[in-house]
């Protein structure tokens, strides 16, 4: 004879509620050996295989639920959405944003001196519909930069002009040369040693966006600890920060398209996370999207190992929610160079 689905599932449960009794009154014997009689252990094999009984079908209902609701939205057609070339194009931009912009200006007439629309469309978009906000943080950010970044942004300024006239080698010419950029960047004369191109790397993708890859397990964090301290690094990330936004303005007002900077970290042979540069990664990425609002894109986490992977409901509790939110994670492991270098 044929056996039903009603049966069969009826046979699944009443197996999976025998084990999961049998297994957890085996757990609570070897807690408490001496504590129940042969009475009271009946009784209470007859509450807990009840009370299984609830929590398995409890489970069945909450799986019927969400396959229904599954099938059932998938017969319903996603409103369009537009192409990523449109939403990011200046002109679009510019217009959907007008509104803010022009409020953030009133707000900031006191302070704002050359900046202009683009410029300030970067501030609207990062606090959507909420002008004042976006009006604030443009404080914030000239303030920064007329006093405790002034160093980082005046040196970040001639070197991107230095390193945009390019460089001849081995018969080979480049509009970039990194050169300039390192040699200006804070405390250079030691982090250079330990931030090279097998280290981290700004590349440029097909779209025009600019992405940052990290190897965090080439970099001798122990070796860094004792040359600087935290807030030593920090400006030095900072100083990066200001170079990419500097590129990502030129190229957004060349090609008509918002620019934005994505991270890439690549995560392999890294085992549990380094308290101290945490620590640094937490204040970079706290004060980077105060002093660079709308320049971020997706921080991509390649590789991910277990360990870290275990820890992230703690980096959602300590890092800022837009950082986290623009997170996204590889689910398999993924090809890599074995030295970043060899992408050049």
């Excluded at 408490?32 to 252990?41: D, K, Q």
């Excluded at 609207?124 to 942004?153: C, E, F, T, Y």
Aim: hydrophobic residues 45%; contains cysteine; charged residues 20%.
């Amino acid at each position: 004879s044929r056996v039903g689905p009603s049966c069969t599932v009826l046979g699944l449960l009443a197996t999976l509620r025998q084990s999961m009794a049998a297994r957890s009154l085996t757990i609570f014997r070897l807690l408490a050996p001496n504590f129940l009689s042969t009475i009271s252990e009946r009784r209470a094999r007859r509450r807990h295989c009840l009370f299984l009984d609830f929590v398995v079908l409890a489970l069945v209902l909450h799986i019927s639920v969400a396959c229904w609701a599954q099938i059932c939205l998938s017969s319903v057609s996603a409103p369009p959405r537009r192409p990523r070339s449109q939403v990011l194009r200046l002109n679009s931009l510019l217009q959907e944003h007008a509104g803010a912009i022009r409020t953030i200006r009133e707000l900031c007439s006191d302070v704002i001196d050359k900046q202009d629309d683009v410029y300030l469309l970067r501030f609207a978009i990062q606090h959507s519909g909420n002008p004042q906000a976006a009006a604030q943080n443009l404080r914030q950010v000239i303030k920064w930069r007329a006093g405790a970044g002034r160093v980082i942004v005046e040196s970040a300024a001639k070197a991107v002009q230095q390193a945009l006239k390019g460089r001849r080698q081995g018969g080979r010419s480049s509009s970039w040369n990194n050169a300039p950029i390192m040699a200006a960047a804070p405390h250079s004369e030691v982090l250079s040693k330990y931030f090279t191109p097998s280290q981290m790397l700004v590349l440029t993708l097909p779209g025009g966006d600019l992405v940052t890859c990290v190897r965090v397990a080439m970099l001798d964090v122990k070796s860094v600890k004792d040359k600087v301290s935290q807030d030593q690094l920090v400006d030095f990330f900072l100083y990066t920060r200001e170079v990419n936004s500097l590129v990502a303005d030129q190229r957004s007002r060349a090609s008509g398209r918002l620019v934005r900077i994505l991270t890439a970290n690549d995560l392999a042979g890294m085992g549990l996370p380094d308290i101290w540069f945490t620590q640094v990664g937490l204040k970079t990425s706290s004060q980077g999207e105060m002093l660079y609002p709308g320049y971020s894109g997706a921080t991509l986490l390649l590789n991910l190992p277990a360990a870290i992977r275990a820890l992230l409901p703690v980096w959602k509790q300590i890092f800022p929610r837009v950082v986290m939110q623009r997170n996204k994670i590889a689910k398999s492991a993924m090809d890599y160079y074995k030295d970043l270098a060899e992408v050049l």
